[in-house]
């Protein structure tokens, strides 16, 4: 079992809609959690941290369940800049200066 | 603005060859990493480095090594490059933000072994 599993689509939306993406984790010592946006041919750029009690940055939610170990992250009104790779994140165990990295949820988002 | 910077985009080398690359971060970062990143595999971390002249292995460090003889400087060095080293490599900094780490990363370096 992959240590950061997810669903590599592609999402095909299209402008303004609302998408979400899970993540989920099989370390349960898992202490920091990230979203991180890759567009093609370019290096992961960090979108969010994810906290226990949920993050809000502008159309972007990010929500961590602890419980069943998976992050989510919900784009609203999804705009075309936002079509990328989507890179879920988590800490080693409780190393929390090492990472595992999913290998991405693709958005494409349609005019 | 945290700034990472690769000394190559791209990178072309003949198997056999000895390759080395570049990382430089100007924020004073005390972690360095190193990745390589493939189709389907995700970012694989090779080495990282806590510290001047501190070196730890990741998960894929085989046939490869690292130096880190000023903070703001982490090499990777291919002793013998091999087509299965063709890859993108990224360079990562990571900083305490007081409840975690967060990583930036470089541009990258896309070699190409033949």
């Known amino acids: 079992r992959k240590e950061v599993e997810q669903d590599p689509g592609p999402f095909n939306v299209p402008e303004g809609a609302t998408v979400a993406f899970n993540c989920t984790y099989s370390?349960?010592?898992?202490?920091?959690f990230f979203w991180y946006r890759q567009d093609c041919r370019k290096e992961p750029k960090l979108l969010m941290s994810?906290?226990?009690s949920g993050n809000e940055d502008g159309r972007f939610t990010a929500q961590l369940n602890r419980a069943s170990q998976y992050i989510s992250l919900l784009i609203r009104d999804s705009k075309l800049s936002d079509s990328a790779t989507y890179l879920c994140v988590v800490t080693i165990g409780g190393a929390t200066n090492k990472l595992i990295f999913g290998t991405g949820t693709l958005l494409a988002v349609q005019p | 603005d945290v700034k990472v910077t690769q000394s190559s985009r791209y990178l072309v080398k003949r198997t056999g060859e000895k390759v080395f690359l570049e990382c430089v971060q100007d924020?004073?970062?005390?972690?360095m990493f190193w990745y390589r990143q493939d189709p389907g595999l995700g970012l694989r971390l090779i080495y990282f480095?806590?510290?001047?002249?501190?070196?730890e292995k990741g998960d894929i460090p085989e046939g490869y090594s690292v130096s880190r003889e000023k903070k703001e400087r982490f090499s990777l060095i291919l002793e013998s490059a091999s087509t299965n080293q063709t890859s993108m490599y990224l360079c990562?900094?990571?900083?305490?933000?007081?409840?975690?780490?967060?990583?930036?990363f470089g541009p990258g370096t896309r070699l190409t072994v033949t």
């Open positions: 990562a900094s990571s900083r305490w933000t007081g409840a975690t780490y967060e990583q930036y």
């Open positions: 480095s806590y510290d001047v002249k501190m070196k």
């Open positions: 994810v906290y226990s």
């Open positions: 924020m004073d970062h005390e972690n």
């Open positions: 370390n349960s010592a898992s202490q920091s």
